[in-house]
């Protein structure tokens, strides 16, 4: 995989800064074309041994609304990979390239995280599943290569599954499991006004 440079994850998140302030002030006439371009531009840039990836720097931590649940399915289309780790250059162990325990404490209170949320667990299943047999076969679940990451992404494996695995990680609230799928595709709520969003969503750059 290609690595890409600093100054190239600053061009990327300011490109997505500068789509903020233009959702912000005229969401009828926003460009989601522009939007999808970027996502296919950045999905892969993890950043990795440099800093946090480009996912990490235009979601984590957001307020999210329609803009970053659309921008979550553009880079999940372009190949971005939610439960990839990787070493931001100032740890030893790798660290998921974005942050599932914030998403899933935004998704208490913001119908946007929710629903993006509820799209992880559903890769989530997909993915885990062939782990979770592992385990009920027999196997140590230690000794399995997904195990360590399905440990680092814990929030955002379903409950019913990560009992499966790895009961002791298990007991969190999965409401958002009832979600339809379908909904963070066509959000319908969970909005900011443009003054709230241009304040909870500017972004510094990457050091």
């Known amino acids: 995989m290609a690595q890409h440079h600093p ?9 997505f800064m500068d789509m903020q302030e233009a959702w912000n002030q005229d969401q009828e006439r926003f ?40 921008f979550l399915a553009f880079l999940l ?33 913001n119908p946007s995280s929710a629903r993006m949320r509820a ?10 599943e062939p ?3 592992e385990v009920e076969s027999g196997r140590e679940p230690s000794s399995l290569p997904l195990y360590d990451v399905v440990k680092a992404c814990a929030e955002s494996v379903p409950d019913e599954l990560m009992r499966r695995i790895a009961p002791e990680l298990a007991n969190r ?9 379908g909904a963070a595709q066509h959000p319908g709520d969970g909005y ?16």
């Open 77 to 109: 289309e372009a190949g971005f990979d939610p439960f990839r780790t990787a070493s931001t250059g100032d740890a030893l162990d790798a660290v998921p390239v974005i942050d599932h325990a914030s998403l899933a404490e935004a998704a208490e209170t």
């Open 7 to 15: 100054d190239e994850i600053n061009r990327l998140i300011t490109e």
């Open 31 to 70: 460009d989601w074309d522009a939007l999808q371009a970027l996502a296919q531009r950045g999905a892969l840039a993890y950043n990795e041994g440099t800093g946090p990836s480009f996912p990490s720097l235009a979601l984590d931590g957001m307020r999210h609304s329609d803009l970053h649940e659309r």
């Open 131 to 133: 782990l979770a047999r």
């Open 119 to 128: 799209t992880l667990m559903g890769l989530a299943r997909e993915r885990f």
């Open 192 to 207: 900011l006004s443009p003054a709230e969003a241009q304040a909870e969503n500017r972004l510094p750059p990457v050091g």
């Open 173 to 181: 609230d999965d409401t958002v499991d009832d979600l339809d799928e």
